[in-house]
């Protein structure tokens, strides 16, 4: 099964680490993902339409549940609010939380990367957060299927 490349996977723990003030309680993530889809959504929206942003963060879940099971019972993303139905129950009393919003946000960056292109895509990312700086290893590889 393909992965999100380290760099992506990096940089999204980095920015989710950012917007939950450095907690790492599957709370302070659940929060934490829901202000970066929020934040995503402002930026993207103008680019691929508030559906197209929905469709690539409802893909990111998918890919996400593949490897956190419990992820599965996340509902869709559903407008600019990011509520993420069910997020905070599907993430209490895993040990895995934290890696978990990790990989939905990692597989949407990876998505967007794929989709738009590296400048473009992750400039938007950037937009939101520009002190948190997006250091790759190698270029992103093809975004999984």
Request: contains cysteine.
């Given at each position: 099964?393909?992965?999100?490349?380290?760099?992506?996977?990096?940089?999204?723990?980095?920015?989710?680490?950012?917007?939950?003030?450095?907690r790492?309680?599957?709370?302070?993530?659940?929060?934490?993902?829901?202000?970066?889809?929020?934040?995503?959504?402002?930026?993207?929206?103008?680019?691929?339409?508030?559906?197209?942003?929905?469709?690539?963060?409802?893909?990111?879940?998918?890919?996400?549940?593949?490897?956190?099971?419990?992820?599965?019972?996340?509902?869709?993303?559903?407008?600019?609010?990011?509520?993420?139905?069910?997020?905070?129950?599907?993430?209490?009393?895993?040990?895995?939380?934290?890696?978990?919003?990790?990989?939905?946000?990692?597989?949407?960056?990876?998505?967007?990367?794929?989709?738009?292109?590296?400048?473009?895509?992750?400039?938007?990312?950037?937009?939101?957060?520009p002190?948190?700086?997006?250091?790759?290893?190698?270029?992103?590889?093809?975004?999984?299927?």
């Open positions: 099964m393909s992965r999100v490349p380290p760099s992506l996977e990096d940089f999204a723990r980095r920015l989710l680490l950012h917007e939950a003030g450095g790492e309680s599957a709370e302070d993530f659940a929060d934490a993902m829901v202000r970066a889809c929020q934040a995503l959504h402002v930026r993207l929206t103008p680019l691929l339409s508030a559906a197209g942003v929905n469709a690539l963060l409802g893909r990111a879940l998918t890919l996400a549940a593949r490897e956190f099971p419990f992820l599965a019972a996340v509902g869709a993303v559903k407008g600019p609010d990011c509520s993420l139905d069910g997020l905070r129950e599907a993430l209490a009393g895993h040990d895995a939380a934290a890696d978990a919003v990790v990989a939905i946000l990692g597989n949407f960056l990876w998505l967007l990367v794929d989709f738009i292109g590296e400048n473009l895509g992750l400039r938007k990312v950037h937009e939101a957060w002190g948190v700086p997006y250091e790759p290893e190698t270029s992103p590889e093809k975004a999984p299927s």
